[in-house]
């Protein structure tokens, strides 16, 4: 993981690898990305950026109340973002700087 990646909410360190491992737990989910966007109160908050199975119909209250128990408080997304598909480069790795400038522009 590049330290770029890491999440710093509240003073508290989320690894979004550990968030997507539970967001791809939900059966709804065919792809996840954690993001950072920037808060006033705790600096940055996490964002979860999901890709639902074809015909599914879940929810952001669905996704967000799937993670209450799979993640500390602090891990938890705040909030999410739907996407058909998520970017990725040639390799299949997640473009995260294009969901940031999509989701949080600086």
């Known amino acids: ?9 509240g003073g508290e360190n989320v690894y979004p690898a550990e968030v997507e491992r539970v967001l791809l737990l939900h059966p709804g989910v065919q792809d996840a990305a ?3 966007v920037k808060d ?3 600096g940055e908050r996490v964002l979860a950026v999901v890709a639902r199975q074809e015909g ?5 209250e669905e996704i967000l109340s799937f993670c209450k128990g799979k ?11 739907f ?17 940031r400038n999509r989701f949080d522009p600086a």
Do not use: F, H
């Open 56 to 60: 599914q119909k879940v929810t952001e």
């Open 71 to 81: 993640l500390a408080g602090y891990q938890r997304p705040r909030s999410v973002a």
């Open 83 to 99: 996407m058909d598909d998520l970017p990725r480069n040639q390799l299949g790795k997640v473009l995260y700087k294009e969901l």
């Open 34 to 36: 954690v993001i950072e």
């Open 40 to 42: 006033k109160e705790w």
């Open 1 to 9: 993981m590049r330290r770029t990646d890491l999440i710093v909410s």
